[in-house]
């Protein structure tokens, strides 16, 4: 029986592993807690991801960003982005899921969220929702913003952890990753799809 929007929202309300899940996707020499003297470069922010199923198979909707990107240019990565004053995560996630890909909160029912992720390399401090849509999305895509979109299977995933060697802002690293349509998976999307998956594994697992 294929995972339901029922599950997911069941297993989001249980224990999250939170640090034990990211340490399985993190790249080395990464802290995953902000230090007092952090506070300043702290970039508080959110990201969504987006569920939909297509033939009983789980879909998250992913993106990758331009090369032109200020920060983590060229990566794969979730729709979100850095919050506005006077807003909450949540309204942060759904207002960038629209600019970026065009998907109206109107059609995204938010499950739950995941732990809060700190990425020591940028200072992003990033708020992971988890939403739903009813049916597979058409995407609106801002160019400055989204290089292309990429519908990732989850589950045909869940064992396929994998590693490659990168040239990251603090040097050449291998990294653990997953290998999707040409596209390398890593890093903090990496990481938040660990606890989701930890999170659906505590709770309950298609079979």
């Known amino acids: 029986m294929p995972i339901t929007k029922k599950d997911i929202k069941k297993a989001l309300a249980g224990n999250l592993r939170g640090i034990l899940s990211h340490q399985k996707m993190m790249p080395p020499n990464r802290r995953l807690r902000a230090a007092r003297s952090d506070q300043k470069r702290l970039k508080p922010s959110s990201v969504l991801l987006l569920l939909f199923i297509e033939k009983d198979e789980l879909f998250v909707c992913l993106i990758k960003r331009p090369a032109t990107m200020k920060h983590h240019a060229g990566q794969v990565a979730l729709p979100g ?5 006077g807003e909450t995560p949540l309204e942060t996630a759904l207002r960038e899921t629209w600019e970026e890909i065009g998907i109206s909160h109107e059609k995204i029912e938010i499950l739950g969220s995941l732990s809060e992720l700190f990425v020591d390399v940028s200072g992003f401090l990033i708020h992971p929702f988890v939403g739903w849509l009813a049916e ?6 801002n160019p400055a913003e989204v290089e292309k979109t990429l519908l990732f299977p989850l589950f045909k995933f869940r064992e396929k952890l994998d590693e490659t060697e990168l040239e990251t802002v603090s040097g050449r690293l291998k990294v653990p990753c997953f290998f999707f ?11 938040i799809l660990a606890e989701f998956y930890d999170a659906v594994e505590d709770g309950i697992i298609p079979e």
């Open 181 to 191: 349509e040409g596209e390398i998976i890593w890093g903090a999307t990496a990481m």
């Open 81 to 85: 982005g850095r919050i506005d004053s």
């Open 136 to 141: 597979k999305p058409i995407f609106k895509t």
